[in-house]
């Protein structure tokens, strides 16, 4: 089946820096691929949808100065937390639908960002 | 308004029981019903899915039961077992798009 990687699973920053995430299709081609943001014991909020070659729709309230994202392949898509501040912390889950179409959302692992 | 509301929040049931969580959508536009099971530090996992020409679908120890006029869908775990116990989402969403996801409902199966 469809495997999306994302990459690292945890990490743990200074605020000020920047932390970047990698989301990648093993085997499948992605054109679209999502962003979303979880805090403990809540759902998962829309961040971002990411098409290869274009620019990123943000979600309403969602800085795209600090979230930037970038997907310059059919295969990854990457997030790149800048300036991250400790409110940044949480659980970041990325997940992608095979360009083959369909109605398949595949999710990765997800990333939880600490920011000290 | 494109919301998904779902309940319960949490669920408590003995091994063997059958849980129902419910979800439901206000988009008519929504065609594609999944739910996800989501373990502590992990990604969502897609359990099954339903697209709404059809009222209810199988899949080893899921159902889900779709009633397109009340735009309400559940899911029916049988013979629960204490490794089902995670946190569900429902989705609802559309061939083109993004998905919305329910509130989650966290279930505990007793031994």
């Known amino acids: 089946g469809a495997v999306v990687s994302q990459h690292p699973s945890w990490v743990i920053c200074k ?21 979303y943001r979880q805090f403990p014991k809540q759902s998962l909020m829309l961040m971002a949808t990411s098409n290869e070659g274009s620019k990123a729709t943000y979600e309403q309230g969602v800085e795209k100065d600090k979230f930037l994202i970038n ?14 501040h ?17 109605y398949g959302y595949t999710f990765g692992s997800g990333t939880r960002l600490t920011v000290v | ?15 063997g029981g059958i849980p129902i969580i419910n979800c ?5 536009a929504f065609d594609y019903f999944p739910w996800y099971q ?24 899921f159902t889900i039961s779709f009633n397109k006029s009340a735009k309400q869908f559940s899911l029916h775990i049988m013979d629960s077992q204490p490794g ?28």
């Open chain 1, 15 to 35: 605020s000020g820096t920047s932390v970047k995430i990698e989301c990648r299709s093993l085997d499948f081609q992605a054109t679209t691929m999502f962003w």
């Open chain 1, 71 to 84: 997907h310059a392949s059919l295969t990854l898509s990457t997030l790149t937390v800048t300036s991250a």
């Open chain 1, 86 to 102: 400790p409110e940044d912390s949480s659980f970041y889950i990325c997940s992608a639908r095979d360009q083959g179409g369909g």
């Open chain 2, 1 to 15: 308004q494109q919301q998904v509301k779902q309940s319960p929040q949490s669920l408590i049931v003995q091994k």
């Open chain 2, 24 to 28: 439901a959508y206000e988009n008519t």
């Open chain 2, 38 to 61: 989501q373990f502590p530090g992990k990604g969502p996992a897609l359990l099954i899915a339903i697209r709404p020409d059809v009222s209810e679908k199988k899949e080893g120890r």
């Open chain 2, 84 to 111: 089902d116990s995670a946190t569900y989402f429902c989705a609802s969403g559309t061939s083109y798009g993004k998905l919305t996801f329910g509130q989650g409902t966290i279930l505990t199966v007793h031994p």
